[in-house]
């Protein structure tokens, strides 16, 4: 901040490097890769000078899940301060925390850990994964969330402990708190009673709502410490004042109907969009890549069902947890982003739906079928080697989506 004007040093050759790799259409549907044209990239040098911008608003989260990005962007503003090393620092520190917070998932889940793991290095999460965004530690959060409440199903007959009580409020509450959308995770608690026809399912339900009770005390006392009235920063976010919120209030029957069209308009590109992360079209890379993916979780999913088999109960709320968290996602959408006057929300991807996907996984696991071991070692090098190929078809489609040959 200098002057009443908010701003940032940003390379002077920063706007001629983009232009550079401008966007072109027939390349990118060609798939072509040039590997010669990114030679010269590397040579180009950076340097700084002030460019003007004005982020004059934001969605209102609790930093609690940007922390480490703070940490890593500062430590890379001591050693070089560019944006361009602090943003990079950030993306590496998300990374870093979140395959700490997988590995430490992998190994509590004590099943499903083939699918849990098939979701996990898919292309759209590690792409999420590799980004500065809040989705990469929610994602992450969400799978250790699925593998603790998995872990505490597998023995339902264990009676609670006073410190395992308190730290499963404390995590719920994180979970409601990095982004509030998410809260239906908590639910997965439910899971423990569901175990079993014969438990008490009240101590388990008054731990959800300690959970949300908590976090959303929390995000409270966020809003009121933070300058103008809270129901601007719920209900239109990025700033725009054009949200559908007051159409929403004012009709919620409508709202759900929203809901409605959206899920079946959308539901193709989301599918899509779960094993694709970019937001285009390629005609030899992005029809194997949804298909290979998709046909991993598939495969893993079969060879997960062997040693586990999930109650008709957990399933029920596995499945009812995984539609909350789509509904809710609509649902905010609509309120804070959608101009008004549209019929359905905007802006809604597929890849909101990650941290549901354990749950979904679970809903859906197949019957146990028998597979000898010459087989499932079959199915096992298949998985790695579906995902492994995705992942290649990925990047290469990613570099070849720029026209990195421009001057």
Not at 13 to 30: C, G, I, N, P
Not at 258 to 271: H, S
Not at 278 to 303: E, F, R
Request: some cysteine; charged content about 15%; overall charge positive.
């Amino acid at each position: 901040m200098k002057g009443g004007v908010r701003g940032a040093l940003v390379d002077p050759r920063l706007r001629r490097t983009l232009v550079a790799t401008a966007f072109t259409t027939e390349a990118w549907r060609a798939c072509a890769l040039r590997a010669s044209d990114l030679a010269s990239l590397p040579n180009r040098r950076l340097s700084n000078r002030p460019r003007v911008f004005a982020p004059e608003s934001g969605a209102p989260y609790v930093p609690i899940g940007s922390l480490h990005l703070a940490a890593a962007m500062k430590a890379a503003r001591l050693v070089r301060p560019t944006p361009l090393a602090m943003l990079y620092a950030a993306r590496l520190a998300n990374l870093v925390f979140w395959t700490a917070l997988v590995a430490a998932a992998l190994w509590l889940i004590p099943a499903m850990r083939l699918s849990l793991l098939a979701i996990a290095v898919a292309p759209t999460a590690l792409f999420v994964a590799s980004t500065c965004s809040l989705d990469g530690p929610m994602d992450a959060l969400a799978f250790l969330w699925f593998a603790i409440v998995l872990r505490l199903a597998r023995r339902p007959e264990e009676p609670l402990r006073r410190g395992t009580t308190l730290a499963l409020v404390a995590l719920g509450a994180v979970l409601a708190l990095v982004k509030l959308v998410y809260f239906p995770l908590v639910l997965l608690l439910l899971l423990v009673p569901a175990a079993r026809s014969d438990s008490s399912w009240r101590p388990w339900i008054m731990l959800c709502v300690a959970s949300l009770a908590l976090g959303v005390a929390a995000i409270g006392v966020w809003l009121c410490m933070l300058p103008g009235p809270a129901s601007a920063l719920l209900f239109d976010p990025i700033g725009t004042g054009e949200g559908a919120s007051r159409q929403m209030l004012a009709d919620p029957v409508g709202a759900l109907g929203a809901v409605v069209r959206t899920i079946r308009r959308e539901a193709l590109p989301w599918i899509i969009n779960l094993a694709w992360p970019l937001w285009t079209t390629c005609t030899i890379a992005y029809p194997a890549t949804v298909a290979m993916v998709w046909g991993a979780w598939a495969l893993a999913l079969l060879l997960d069902a062997e040693a586990h088999r999930p109650t008709g109960a957990q399933r029920l709320v596995a499945f009812g947890v995984f539609v909350c968290i789509l509904v809710m996602s609509v649902l905010v959408a609509f309120a804070a982003w959608t101009p008004q006057g549209e019929s359905r929300a905007v802006g809604v991807q597929g890849r909101y739906l990650i941290p549901a996907l354990p749950a979904l996984a679970l809903a859906v696991l197949p019957p146990s079928v028998p597979l000898r071991p010459s087989v499932r070692r079959a199915l096992l090098s298949a998985i790695v080697v579906a995902l492994a190929t995705s992942l290649v078809l990925v990047q290469v489609a990613f570099v070849r989506q720029y026209d990195w040959s421009a001057r």
